[in-house]
Each structure stands twice: as structure tokens, then as C-alpha cells.
Nanobody
Framework: QVDLVESGGGLVQAGDSLRLSCAAS????????MGWFRQAPGKEREFVAA????????NYADSVKGRFTIFRDNAKNTAYLQMNSLKPEDTAVYYC???????????????????WGQGTQVTVSS
């Protein structure tokens, strides 16, 4: 069992920055791939970013590439999503997730993740 708790969401203006955190407990964090997903009202959940267990590999959705950065601190059992130059279309509930498969490449599909956090709301006003 792995428990994930996201934090750092909030209401910001377009162009602002936010840093989301995902604190994990249970299991061995350093062996997991970590992913961030988001879901806007009336839309399906979509992939945002993922990071490999050794942090050498990262994946980003095209819509956030160059603006968002995913990173991790294995000593703190925490993954982060640094979001810069936020846009109104980034408004969504953001979820972090754990992939325990030890896959070399962090996956982009939600079905490949085993545990999910409860989500944190990010609202970007224009």
C-alpha cells in the first residue's frame, strides 16, 4: 500500500507559477516511477508529466513542455511539479500517481499506475 498526498494547488493568475508536491508513504519510493495527471471539469484525465525512478528520464505532455518541470527528492519521498507560465487552460485537479513496475521508461498512460493521490485543485484566472 502506498499513500500519496498532493499539496500546493491554489488560485493564481495567468503567467504565475506554482509548485505541486506529492508526498508518498509506504513502499520504497526510490524504486517507483512517478506521474502527474490532471482532469478539468467535463474532460477526461490527461497525462502531464512523469519521472523515472532514478530521475534520469522524464516525459512531458506537449501542452506543458517547456513550462512545467517534474523532479523528485528520494530522500524526502516526494515528487514535485514546478509549473511556470500558467495558462487558464491549465486549470484542473492535479493528481500524482505511482508506477511500481520498475519500467525503465516512466509511463504516460494512467492505466499503468497503481496508486493515486486525492488531487489538488489548480485554478488559473485570465
Amino acid at each position: 500500500q502506498v499513500d500519496l498526498v498532493e499539496s500546493g494547488g491554489g488560485l493564481v493568475q495567468a503567467g504565475d507559477s506554482l509548485r505541486l508536491s506529492c508526498a508518498a508513504s509506504g513502499g520504497t519510493f526510490s524504486t517507483y516511477n512517478m506521474g502527474w495527471f490532471r482532469q478539468a471539469p467535463g474532460k477526461e484525465r490527461e497525462f502531464v508529466a512523469a519521472i523515472g525512478r532514478i530521475a534520469a528520464l522524464t516525459n512531458y505532455a506537449d501542452s506543458v513542455k517547456g513550462r512545467f518541470t517534474i523532479f523528485r527528492d528520494n530522500a524526502k519521498n516526494t515528487a514535485y511539479l514546478q509549473m511556470n507560465s500558467l495558462k487558464p487552460e491549465d486549470t484542473a485537479v492535479y493528481y500524482c500517481a505511482v508506477d511500481r513496475s520498475r519500467s525503465a521508461v516512466p509511463p504516460r498512460q494512467g492505466r499503468d499506475y497503481d496508486y493515486w493521490g486525492q488531487g489538488t485543485q489548480v485554478t488559473v484566472s485570465s
